[in-house]
């Protein structure tokens, strides 16, 4: 399992990215399909994921849908139009970030002595 620190500045592209992949999911869902699709080593807390969600909500990103399941109310999350923008914007960020960490962690960085 990865540091909480690790996480912290990546979930909420990973929740955007989850929801235009399928529509819309509610909380645990999302809990759920991130464990499976990282084979149990990225483990969202309640306490992360819905300040993230309520986050991504305030700012226009996200919209909900209430479903009665029973005697439950599900709450369910989907990209707005600004959101799947954003998605877009905050994926290529991260891929940029990544490749820049691979330069400065990854590579062996040393130059060359002077003459």
Do not use: W
Not at 46 to 61: E, N, Q, V
Not at 87 to 96: G, M, N, P, R
């Amino acid at each position: 399992m990865y540091s909480k620190e690790l996480l912290k500045g990546t979930l909420g592209v990973i929740i955007l990215k989850l929801l235009e992949e399928n529509g819309k999911m509610y909380g645990y869902e999302i809990c759920q399909k991130v464990k499976e699709i990282s084979d149990g080593k990225i483990l969202i807390k309640d306490g992360s994921l819905y300040p993230t969600l309520h986050k991504l909500l305030k700012d226009g990103i996200l919209t909900t849908e209430e479903v009665n399941i029973g005697k439950r109310v599900r709450k369910y999350y989907t990209l707005t139009h600004k959101g799947k923008g954003e998605k877009k914007l905050v994926v290529k960020e991260l891929e940029d970030f990544i490749e820049t960490l691979n330069k400065i962690v990854f590579t062996d960085n040393k130059t060359s002595p002077a003459l």
